[in-house]
């Protein structure tokens, strides 16, 4: 595989370092795709996805959510890794991306970063929730497409589809049609400002350079209700207190934030249901419980 990505490295009119590549080393942390780190003769490094040609469309969806960040991203904060090149080579599909040293450090420039992100994308013109291409969450796909109220798009493009999915280990739709009607109006009354979030912004996919800048990677991105990252950040735990302060103090949640963090992250924990069943089909089952004794 190493002697292929660095064929396809050679063919790439985009990535050019003016230096030979020195090694070729596996990057271990993702379960969809292969990782690389390049490293240079001139000692610098550049980032590799690999997959199966049939699964570009992931890379192609990655690419598009990391020019989106990069657009609003206050880089005194955050930084997001720039794509640099997606090849096709035989079967293979290869995603190359700038490298960033990570280091697990103070999460505060992290939280700040976010929330700047966020405020700096309402002020733009976008007029609706949603996205413009099929996107991915982890595996599955993501829909695209857009509605301006936010209740309608969060049940009808997220929530649903996942419900549907669920089918297949005996969730049936129609028994939480009530819950869904109810969360429309909930999430339609709450009438979110329209944010370009990060989408899956768990502690795997972000971190802190060297410096301690916040960095954000792997989205899964649209534009939505802010609440979708911070909701998320609390699912499977890994950020700290000083993330909180630093986002709460560029631009601070509503205090009614915390009755929709359930909500938000009964997508993702339908998403982990059906991707890897086990513990996540009876954590999703009683979120759906709890919601119907607020409907």
């Known amino acids: ?89 035989q079967n293979i599909s290869i995603f190359f991306l700038e490298w960033i040293d990570l280091k697990q450090s103070q999460q505060n420039l992290l939280g700040k970063g976010l929330a700047v992100l966020h405020k700096s994308s309402t002020e733009g013109s976008q007029t609706n929730f949603g996205w413009e291409e099929e996107g991915f969450i982890g595996s599955n796909k993501q829909l695209k497409g857009w509605e301006r109220n936010w209740g309608e798009f969060f049940i ?64 899964s991105s649209y534009w939505a209700d802010r609440e979708v990252d911070i909701a998320m950040t609390k699912l499977f735990g890994g950020f700290n207190i000083e993330f909180y302060k630093g986002y709460e103090e560029i631009w601070p949640l509503d205090k009614l934030s915390k009755d929709r963090t359930d909500i938000y992250n009964l997508y993702h924990l339908l998403n982990h249901a059906n991707m890897f069943g086990g513990s996540y089909k009876e954590n999703s089952l009683k979120i759906l419980k709890d919601l119907r004794s607020r409907s």
């Open 1 to 89: 595989m190493e002697k292929l990505i660095q064929k396809a490295l050679s063919s790439s009119n985009k990535v050019n370092n003016n230096s030979s590549i020195e090694k070729i080393i596996p990057v271990g942390g993702g379960c969809i795709h292969k990782a690389w780190c390049i490293h240079f003769q001139n000692d610098k490094k550049i980032f590799a996805k690999s997959n199966h040609i049939d699964n570009i469309n992931m890379f192609k969806f990655e690419r598009e959510c990391l020019l989106a960040l990069k657009k609003f991203a206050n880089e005194s904060y955050i930084c997001v890794p720039k794509p640099l090149d997606l090849i096709i080579y």
């Open 156 to 219: 009808n493009y997220r929530l649903r589809p996942q419900l549907i999915k669920a089918k297949e280990w005996g969730v049936k739709v129609d028994d939480y049609e009530d819950i869904l009607i109810y969360l429309i109006s909930y999430l339609n009354d709450h009438n979110p400002s329209k944010s370009l979030v990060h989408g899956d912004l768990w502690s795997g996919n972000c971190g802190s350079t060297q410096t301690g800048l916040g960095v954000l990677y792997d989205p």
